[in-house]
């Protein structure tokens, strides 16, 4: 599982997690990861921008635990497969959202390079189909509502604060299945389980059959809900059911007289329990697992450009990164701007010298990546805290 889990799942790390957390109990994982750089909020805006990507079915708003009517927020259009949707207006869905309404974005795991190579990660880790959701609260803690864990979860708080509560639930291994959406399948049983504040950067693992409540204790919180999807056992019998249609027996009717059902039955089974066990039934579940994984490979283009190997000087003589209760931030003298959670110690480097070069950078910091890099030297270029060198 090694060491592509290990920032994620600290303190614990993944050797105590997988023994004594994983698929028992929520695990709350204070700090935040180290050598992970976290999308703030302009990368984030930057993905709501994706206009092309979002519709109705993607981009939900909910306003008092009610979803609001795709009319309300959206407006026809056509998808990228040349098909009818609803898309997102901006302007609208702000205003919703100054009015106490959560702003929900579905499937974003890919949309951000920081949040691929966490979604990635888990996906091996795991050996599972990693999903996330972005959920974005502008007014502190809207109502909650209590919903069941059908998946593993992993929420990570990018901005702000989060809330949560887990209780246990009534139906032990649930699924994501009309039969278990019921009124009464988030019905919680006993005592909570856990209740936790999260800050900036703080992982909480939700094992799957909990039922938790979970909200922006602040306001202006981000944070992803990473849905941990591993094949079970109805998975496995879609697979074998695939491979029995090769046997006869299997194609055949049901007997008709009533006297040759047992043996039937007991010949069904034991020809079912053959084929699982055997070198087909192994090999389909080995498939079934390497199928729920994704290859999340980056792409890699040619170097080079107009804007690179660019150099840079910093553009103030009192620069500090301290940290505050509220998080790190960048302190000059005109004042202070907050820094995203993962980036003090690119700052920090940045701030200790009169003069640098992107690539420098990004040598010095190779978990980062180039695209978040790239981010943090725009946005500070913007602040005017950095100018291009002549």
Same mark, same amino acid.
């Given at each position: 599982?090694?060491?592509?889990?290990?920032?994620?799942?600290?303190?614990?790390?993944?050797?105590?997690?997988?023994?004594?957390?994983?698929?028992?109990?929520?695990?709350?994982?204070?700090?935040?990861?180290?050598?992970?750089?976290? !999308?703030?909020?302009?990368?984030?805006? /930057?993905?709501?921008?994706?206009?092309?990507?979002?519709?109705?079915?993607?981009?939900?708003?909910?306003?008092?635990?009610?979803?609001?009517?795709?009319?309300?927020?959206?407006?026809?259009?056509?998808?990228?497969?040349?098909?009818?949707?609803?898309? !997102?207006?901006?302007?609208?869905?702000?205003?919703?959202?100054?009015?106490? @309404?959560?702003?929900?974005?579905?499937?974003?795991?890919?949309?951000?390079?920081?949040?691929?190579?966490?979604?990635?990660? +888990?996906?091996?880790?795991?050996?599972?189909?990693?999903?996330?959701?972005?959920?974005?609260?502008?007014? @502190?803690?809207?109502?909650?509502?209590?919903?069941?864990?059908?998946?593993?979860?992993?929420?990570?708080?990018?901005?702000?604060?989060?809330?949560?509560?887990?209780?246990?639930?009534?139906? /032990?291994?649930?699924? !994501?299945?009309?039969?278990?959406?019921?009124?009464?399948?988030?019905?919680?049983?006993?005592?909570?389980? +856990?209740?936790?504040?999260?800050?900036?950067?703080?992982?909480?693992?939700?094992?799957?059959?909990?039922?938790?409540?979970?909200?922006?204790?602040?306001?202006?919180?981000?944070?992803?809900?990473?849905?941990?999807?591993?094949?079970?056992?109805?998975?496995?019998?879609? @697979?074998?059911?695939?491979?029995?249609?090769?046997?006869?027996?299997?194609?055949?009717?049901?007997?008709?007289?009533?006297?040759?059902?047992?043996?039937?039955?007991?010949?069904?089974?034991?020809?079912?329990?053959? %084929?699982?066990?055997?070198?087909?039934?192994?090999?389909?579940?080995?498939?079934?697992?390497?199928?729920?994984?994704?290859?999340?490979?980056?792409?890699?283009?040619?170097?080079?450009?107009?804007?690179?190997?660019?150099?840079?000087?910093?553009?103030?003589?009192?620069?500090?990164?301290?940290?505050?209760?509220?998080?790190?931030?960048?302190?000059?003298?005109?004042?202070?701007?907050?820094?995203?959670?993962?980036?003090?110690?690119?700052?920090?480097?940045?701030?200790?010298?009169?003069?640098?070069?992107?690539?420098?950078?990004?040598?010095?910091?190779?978990?980062?990546?180039?695209?978040?890099?790239?981010? %943090?030297?725009?946005?500070?270029? @913007?602040?005017?805290?950095?100018?291009?060198?002549?």
């Amino acid at each position: 599982m090694g060491h592509r889990l290990e920032d994620i799942l600290a303190p614990l790390g993944a050797d105590a997690f997988f023994a004594d957390y994983a698929g028992r109990r929520p695990a709350h994982l204070t700090g935040v990861p180290a050598r992970r750089a976290l !999308p703030g909020w302009p990368e984030l805006a /930057e993905l709501l921008n994706m206009s092309a990507v979002w519709s109705a079915d993607t981009l939900i708003v909910l306003h008092q635990g009610e979803t609001v009517a795709a009319a309300r927020y959206c407006e026809p259009a056509t998808d990228r497969d040349l098909q009818p949707t609803q898309r !997102p207006i901006a302007e609208r869905v702000l205003a919703l959202q100054a009015a106490g @309404a959560v702003v929900v974005a579905r499937q974003v795991e890919t949309l951000a390079p920081a949040l691929k190579r966490i979604a990635a990660d +888990l996906e091996t880790g795991f050996g599972a189909h990693v999903t996330g959701d972005l959920h974005l609260h502008r007014t @502190a803690k809207p109502p909650p509502t209590a919903a069941v864990a059908t998946s593993d979860l992993l929420v990570l708080v990018l901005s702000g604060a989060a809330e949560i509560e887990v209780r246990a639930g009534a139906i /032990e291994h649930p699924v !994501p299945h009309p039969k278990f959406a019921g009124p009464d399948s988030a019905t919680p049983v006993g005592a909570p389980i +856990l209740t936790a504040r999260l800050a900036a950067g703080e992982r909480l693992y939700v094992p799957r059959g909990v039922i938790h409540t979970l909200v922006g204790a602040d306001a202006d919180t981000a944070f992803v809900v990473f849905t941990i999807a591993r094949p079970g056992g109805l998975e496995l019998l879609h @697979a074998l059911t695939e491979l029995a249609l090769d046997e006869p027996f299997f194609r055949a009717g049901l007997p008709r007289a009533e006297a040759d059902r047992d043996a039937y039955l007991a010949e069904f089974g034991s020809r079912f329990a053959a %084929l699982a066990a055997g070198p087909r039934g192994i090999a389909a579940t080995l498939q079934l697992e390497r199928g729920f994984q994704r290859d999340l490979t980056d792409y890699t283009l040619p170097a080079g450009g107009p804007s690179a190997h660019a150099r840079y000087r910093r553009n103030a003589s009192r620069l500090e990164v301290v940290e505050t209760p509220e998080g790190w931030q960048l302190r000059a003298a005109r004042g202070a701007v907050p820094i995203p959670v993962g980036r003090e110690r690119l700052v920090a480097w940045i701030v200790a010298r009169a003069e640098f070069s992107d690539d420098e950078l990004g040598a010095a910091f190779p978990d980062a990546g180039p695209e978040v890099v790239a981010t %943090l030297l725009r946005d500070l270029a @913007a602040m005017k805290v950095i100018v291009t060198a002549s």
